[in-house]
């Protein structure tokens, strides 16, 4: 696999203890809502971009037979931990072939904002149209400009600390080029032994850390971790970037009809429209 894929390999461990889980229940509420009563019994499902493969449980679970495809092979190692009656494909989605294969198809989780061009974007939905059986209906969502404009500015949105290590996501959107990048920054303890002072303050650093887990703790949780060296000065700081591409979503759904698809409705996560700036846009598409 290319080095656009072994990125990701980076943080598939950070990502199957936090945003994997966390990100998962909102976007099961959806598919059971619009896909789900869609399939057949134990129908055949394709998640695109399965990543580190936190929906795919849920759906084997209740009968149904998936397969995950993702470019990252520890995504798909964690996956696989998670989801062992499942099928998993180390592949890239714009050149994948399983022809008339799945039941319905989707991707979440913004993944295809990774894709930095509309002609790639076009590839996937080629790739997964030609990998549905007809009637079948494709879900995916993306983070799109007027979004990525209110919200991607420069300013930590995310992040997470804990005795052992702690992360912090600071995203970035240009608006004239329609690009930008998300930074993961981790911090973790290296293999030297921290000093008796930083010993002897251990627990109570831990109990600070639970506090501040809490929802209504993010401000003074992203706070902390910007001053991290002060708190943990041990501890080695490791920056990731991943570029996306803010994909207007008028030329997504035009590449969607130029494909084959059908039935294009377009709404927020919880079924809402129109999508305003607050919001990422789902897509929902038929197969005819």
């Known amino acids: ?18 945003m994997g889980p ?34 795919i449980a849920p759906l084997v679970a209740s009968g149904y037979r998936v397969t995950g495809l993702d470019g990252s092979e520890d995504m798909l190692h964690f996956a696989q ?44 939905f080629e790739r997964v149209f030609a990998s549905l059986r007809s009637g079948s209906k494709f879900i995916f969502d993306l983070n799109h400009p007027a979004q990525l404009t209110r919200w991607w500015r420069g300013q930590p949105t995310e992040g997470e600390i804990t005795p052992d290590y702690g992360w912090i996501i600071t995203p970035f959107y240009d608006s004239p080029t329609a690009t930008g990048a998300f930074e993961v920054t981790i911090f973790q303890g290296a293999d030297a032994k921290p000093r008796l002072l930083s010993r002897l303050f251990s627990p109570l650093r831990a109990v600070l850390y639970r506090l501040l887990s809490r929802p209504r703790f993010i401000g003074l949780r992203l706070k902390l971790l910007q001053n991290i060296a002060f708190f943990e000065p041990h501890w080695q700081r490791r920056q990731l970037k991943y570029p996306i591409k803010g994909h207007a979503i008028v030329a997504v759904q035009s590449a969607l ?14 079924g809402h429209t129109p999508v305003d700036d607050k919001h990422s846009a789902h897509f929902i598409c038929t197969k005819p």
């Open 22 to 55: 966390d990100y998962s229940q909102p976007q099961l509420d959806l598919l059971e809502r619009v896909l789900l009563p869609t399939l057949p019994p134990g129908g055949h499902i394709l998640d695109l971009c399965c990543g580190t493969g936190q929906l």
């Open 81 to 124: 931990q998670n989801a062992p009656q499942a099928e998993f494909l180390l592949e890239d989605a714009r050149t994948f072939d399983r022809p008339n294969t799945f039941d319905g198809a989707f991707s979440t989780s913004a993944s295809l904002n990774h894709l930095m061009g509309l002609d790639a974007l076009t590839q996937v």
């Open 1 to 18: 696999m290319n080095d656009r894929y072994d990125l990701y390999n980076n943080w598939a461990w950070l990502y199957n203890q936090t």
């Open 257 to 270: 009809l130029q494909t084959g698809f059908q039935d294009i409705a377009i709404e927020t996560i919880d």
